[in-house]
């Protein structure tokens, strides 16, 4: 095993500990130490960091960008202890973070997906149950997909209809209520999936063999489900292509309800506090954001702003 296979896992039990979300770090970070061993490189340098894009496949420069920085910070980590470790420049791969539109899913396309998920295949149908019934939760209740998976079975209270966020954005905890109709689809979901196991489970959502299903695992199959009803085009090689992704279930849920306070006439302002605290944003801005990005919401907001502008110029 390489020292950059050893200082990569004592880096990510640091990081952890202090309380980050390294899920897609921890992916990039260890294809590009796995490359690294493969070069019997000992030290990251810009020059390994280069070759390593090259190879790695391809990726527009915002993504490649944000696993500079993942590398970066890593480089960083390692050259306080062996200074022979490079950092490479910030300037390398320039890039400015911007948003990406959220794709809002119609409600006949939210049923698609939920109905095309319980037909993927599995040896003992878990995969089905799974998929189907997490991507159900994440639309009805716009949590984050790490935060969906990471649930155990204590943290979903069925009597009460709540749910335990405790790994959430910032290691911030938070109780998410529930519609009766997600309580009784989560309860069957227990109950069959108890049954398929044979015995209680901790996590509340399972793979095939009995774990947690990861990150990179609920993706994929979701990709898999949107080119299954033509969503994304089908891609060779299992590759999950372009279109909309898992996290636009969560756009969907912010963006449906916020329509909803236009259309019934509810302040927006007053609202808004209890959608972030309910979504878990660290930041009211991050909320405000779907305004601007949602077309159909930037019309409402701005009907609404032009009439209450017309009310006060004629008192």
Avoid at 195 to 215: C, E, Q, V, W, Y
Avoid at 271 to 298: C, D, F, N, Q, R
Wanted: proline residues 5%.
């Amino acid at each position: 095993m390489s020292t950059l296979v050893q200082e990569l896992d004592r880096y990510l039990s640091i990081r952890r500990s202090l309380g980050y979300d390294l899920s897609t770090s921890e992916r990039v970070l260890r294809r590009f130490v796995a490359f690294a061993h493969g070069r019997k490189a000992k030290y990251i340098t810009t020059d390994l960091f280069l070759a390593w894009q090259a190879e790695f496949g391809e990726a527009n420069q915002r993504t490649w960008s944000a696993r500079l920085g993942m590398v970066r910070q890593f480089a960083l980590w390692l050259s306080g202890i062996n200074p022979r470790n490079e950092v490479p420049p910030k300037a390398l791969i320039p890039g400015r973070y911007r948003r990406a539109r959220p794709y809002i899913y119609s409600e006949q396309e939210i049923v698609r997906i939920v109905e095309e998920a319980a037909r993927l295949p599995s040896p003992n149908g878990i995969r089905a149950l799974t998929f189907t019934t997490l991507f159900g939760l994440i639309a009805a209740t716009g949590l984050r997909v790490s935060e969906a998976i990471a649930l155990d079975n204590g943290d979903v209270d069925l009597e009460k209809g709540v749910l335990t966020v405790r790994r959430g954005k910032s290691n911030k905890a938070r109780i998410v209520p529930l519609a009766q109709s997600a309580t009784d689809r989560l309860a069957a979901y227990t109950r069959e999936r108890d049954r398929l196991l044979g015995h209680a489970s901790k996590p509340f959502f399972i793979s095939d063999t009995g774990n947690r299903p990861d990150d990179c695992s609920a993706r994929y199959n979701f990709a898999s489900v949107c080119q299954r009803i033509g969503l994304r085009a089908p891609q060779k090689f299992h590759k999950h292509g372009r279109g909309p992704r898992i996290h636009d279930l969560r756009h969907t849920f912010a963006a449906r309800t916020m329509v909803h306070w236009y259309r019934t006439g509810k302040d927006p302002e007053r609202e808004m506090i209890k959608l972030s605290t309910y979504l878990g944003h660290t930041e009211p801005e991050h909320t405000y954001w779907y305004i601007e990005a949602v077309p159909e919401l930037l019309e409402l907001a701005s009907n609404r702003a032009t009439r209450a502008l017309a009310e006060e110029r004629g008192r």
